[in-house]
């Protein structure tokens, strides 16, 4: 499992998981609610990547120059990263857009039928 994560699994869940992916979750929410492109948040998921990279070799030991390692947290942090993006872009146009949209899921919305205020 080191080999692939390019650290252990306590150090994946605590540093990966937990620290850089609430890193990811309020990178999500701020890009959203600034109407960012999707595009820049790939550029952010790419630093936290290396950002995660670092500090796991730095504070733990783990392999610094692990592909394996980069690639598998990286992909971590980027859909914890998207999702929370997804969210609030779905929360936002129906926040801001009552009358023409409504809630479908936690990660869309639909037009509102009858287009009314009413409900």
Known sequence: MDGILGSSLPVFLGVTVLVF???GILT??????GWKP?????????????GDRFLV?????G???????????????????LTAYRI???RRMVSQYPWLYERSG??????RVGG????
Request: aromatic share 12%.
């Open 21 to 23: 992916g609430g890193c």
């Open 28 to 33: 999500g929410q701020t890009l959203a609610e």
């Open 38 to 50: 999707l595009r820049l948040a790939l550029a952010y998921i790419l630093l936290l990547g290396l």
């Open 57 to 61: 070799w730095g504070l733990f030991g």
């Open 63 to 81: 392999q610094l120059l692990s592909l394996y390692g980069f690639v598998v947290h990286t992909v971590v942090i980027g859909a914890i990263t």
């Open 88 to 90: 609030a872009v779905a």
């Open 106 to 111: 936690p990660f869309g919305w639909r037009e």
């Open 116 to 119: 009314t205020l009413a409900e």
